[in-house]
Nanobody, 122 residues
Framework: QVELVESGGGSVQAGGSRRLSCAAS?????MGWFRQAPGKEREGVAG???????AYADSVKGRFTISKDNAKNTLYLQMNTLKPEDTAIYYC???????????????????WGQGTQVTVSS
């Protein structure tokens, strides 16, 4: 069983930065960050594969960076140049085994955190 706990959310002004963390207990594999804004479907933000390769949604490419500290079993999302449209609940997720790709749809991830709210004001 894997437990994921996100932290680092909060309020920030447009143009600012925020770093999210996701502390994991148990074995994690491919991991990703997703977000869900009010009235919208959950969308993928970034993913990281077993070999450290990363991939991003077009909407955040060049502004967000996903990384993982394997020694600490912690996933990060560095968010720069934040925009009001980045406002959402952010979730981290992990697949259940080695059969995974860098960035997949939400259905491919078995384990999810509880989410952390990020609010960007203009």
């Amino acid at each position: 069983q894997v437990e994921l706990v996100e932290s680092g959310g909060g309020s920030v002004q447009a143009g600012g930065s925020r770093r999210l963390s996701c502390a994991a207990s148990g074995s994690t594999y491919c991991m990703g960050w997703f977000r869900q804004a009010p009235g919208k479907e959950r969308e993928g933000v970034a993913g990281i594969g077993l070999d450290g390769r990363t991939a991003y949604a077009d909407s955040v490419k060049g502004r967000f960076t996903i990384s993982k500290d394997n020694a600490k079993n912690t996933l990060y999302l560095q968010m720069n140049t934040l925009k009001p449209e980045d406002t959402a609940i952010y979730y981290c997720a992990s697949t259940a085994d080695w059969a995974c790709r860098v960035f997949q749809g939400a259905g491919a991830y078995r384990y999810w955190g509880q989410g952390t709210q990020v609010t960007v004001s203009s």
